[in-house]
């Protein structure tokens, strides 16, 4: 079993920005591929960012948000990061960190969710 916890959400202007963190523990060792999703009510889960390990490190970026997001990881600290600069208020959601096993595999953990909320 992995858990996941998400924290860093909160309201800010639009143009400011954002770091969520998400802390995983249990089976981590397992994990090398993570992921970041928002949904807004009554809208899809969308994928934000990823990265993972297969047989060299990869990174994913949803087109809306290339160049104003990033995603890392601190080992040492199981966590992982959503560096969210020049937020727009349609990027207003829950944003949800995830798990897999591998490329290709679906997510199966899921954190929480923390709200972000910007403003106009």
């Known amino acids: 079993q992995v858990q996941l916890v998400e924290s860093g959400g909160g309201l800010v202007q639009a143009g400011g920005s954002l770091r969520l963190s998400c802390a995983a523990s249990g089976r981590t060792f397992n994990y090398y591929n993570m992921g970041w999703f928002r949904q807004a009510p009554g809208k899809e889960r969308e994928k934000v960012a990823a990265?993972?390990?297969?047989?060299?490190?990869?990174?994913y970026y949803e087109d809306s948000v290339k160049g104003r997001f990033t995603i890392s990881g601190d080992n040492a600290k199981n966590t992982v990061y959503l560096q969210m600069n020049s937020l727009k208020p349609e990027e207003t959601d829950v944003y949800y960190c995830?798990?897999?096993?591998?490329?290709?595999?679906?997510?199966?953990?899921w954190g929480q969710g923390t709200q972000v909320t910007v403003s106009s």
């Open positions: 990265f993972g390990w297969t047989g060299g490190w990869y990174s």
């Open positions: 995830a798990a897999r096993g591998g490329l290709g595999r679906s997510y199966e953990y």
